[in-house]
């Protein structure tokens, strides 16, 4: 079993910035596949972006330009840069591990204000 503990969300203004940041208790495999993904209120669970221990990334569109996810494999964190948030963004932010199993972090919030 794999532990994901998220954090640095909060609530901010439109337009401001967040950095989120999710700890694993284990390290990285070679084939981990290491992503975010949130959930708005009502709303499924939608996937943002991800990234592979080699470095490849990928966004959803509606986050490209913005979001940069980033990954320390010494460290086993994972994080994910948010700049010029708009109030769309808002929702509960999950980290996602996926390797032997697909593990979930608890969540962390973010709000952002118009």
């Known amino acids: 079993q794999v532990q994901l503990v998220e954090s640095g969300g909060g609530l901010v203004q439109s337009g401001g910035s967040l950095r989120l940041s999710c700890a694993a208790s284990?390290?990285?495999?070679?084939?981990?596949?290491m992503g975010w993904y949130r959930q708005a209120p009502g709303k499924q669970r939608d996937w943002v972006a991800h990234?592979?221990?080699?470095?490849?990334?990928t966004y959803h569109d509606s986050v490209k330009g913005r979001f940069t996810i980033s990954s320390d494999n010494a460290k086993n964190s994972i994080d994910l840069q948010m700049n010029n948030l708009k109030p769309e963004d808002t929702a509960v932010y999950y980290c996602?591990?996926?390797?032997?199993?697909?593990?979930w972090g608890q969540g962390t919030q973010v709000t952002v204000s118009s």
């Open positions: 996602n591990l996926l390797d032997t199993g697909n593990f």
């Open positions: 990234i592979t221990t080699d470095g490849k990334t």
């Open positions: 284990r390290k990285f495999l070679s084939y981990s596949v």
